[in-house]
């Protein structure tokens, strides 16, 4: 069994409102056997697609490559728009080595309960995938079980948007599920009844056109 340890703490800017929330990335980013193209940094896989998103929401020109300059760049446009990523999985177990979700087993989660307390100003998770089992949302739901809470349905169409109040606090935290950033996703956007429609009135039309419209509301 391999032993599957998040390489990378929370990155929480202080200014932070908005977290991004995921689970594990790829295994060679734990065992240090990055690829070319692969960033050292949080959704840094040259197979992802969350900051080829934020280049085309935001106009980066961002660099793709292992070096010190491309993990800064990053990190500054999440200070400057008061982004933290904090994935919900610190680690799990796995037979076969691949990033799947379903694959993880012996899941430990972080505690989001406690991050958003210790970060008042964040009022928005942003889930990136859908309600599957082991997926960020999944996890999520079963941490606030704990709490005796549940999500509270704001909006079902796609991206579904959840609230909740958190324990002890007034404070009301929307959670948005946004369509994941990897490949693996790509079949179940071509589902989707609205990209359905997109790609019939424009041809050229690509699912990461899709998540681009759909993050940007949100990002």
């Known amino acids: 069994m391999f032993n599957h ?18 689970t594990l990335p790829p295994p060679r980013f734990t065992t240090r056997e990055l690829k070319e193209g ?14 080829v998103i934020f280049d085309q929401v935001f ?18 446009i999440l200070m ?9 999985v610190a680690s799990a177990k796995r037979k076969k080595l691949d990033a799947s979700d379903t694959g993880m087993q012996e899941v430990t989660l972080r505690d989001l309960i406690a991050v958003l ?14 309600k599957s089992k082991n997926g960020p949302e999944y996890f999520f739901r079963k941490q606030l079980k704990t709490f ?5 349905l704001e909006s079902d169409s796609v991206p579904r948007v959840h609230s909740f109040q958190l324990p002890g606090e007034g404070r009301v ?3 948005v599920t946004l369509t994941g950033p990897s490949g693996s996703a790509n079949r179940a956007i071509g ?12 041809p050229s039309f690509n699912t990461i056109d899709f998540r681009v419209n759909q993050y940007k509301g949100f990002i």
Not at 59 to 76: F, G, I
Not at 117 to 123: A, L, M, R, S
Not at 148 to 152: Q, S, T
């Open 59 to 76: 106009h980066l020109h961002l660099k793709y490559e292992n070096s010190p300059e491309a993990v800064q760049q990053r990190k500054t």
């Open 191 to 202: 589902s989707i009844e609205a990209y359905k429609e997109m790609k019939l009135k424009n």
């Open 173 to 175: 935290v929307k959670t």
């Open 80 to 88: 400057e728009r008061g982004i933290g990523i904090c994935d919900i």
């Open 38 to 51: 692969d960033v050292d940094f949080c959704y840094g896989s040259r197979d992802g697609l969350l900051w």
């Open 117 to 130: 307390q210790q970060h008042p100003k964040i009022n928005t998770l942003l889930f990136m995938g859908g």
């Open 148 to 152: 005796g809470l549940a999500l509270k």
């Open 5 to 22: 340890i998040h390489p990378y703490p929370p990155f929480i800017p202080d200014n932070a409102t908005k977290l991004i929330v995921g």
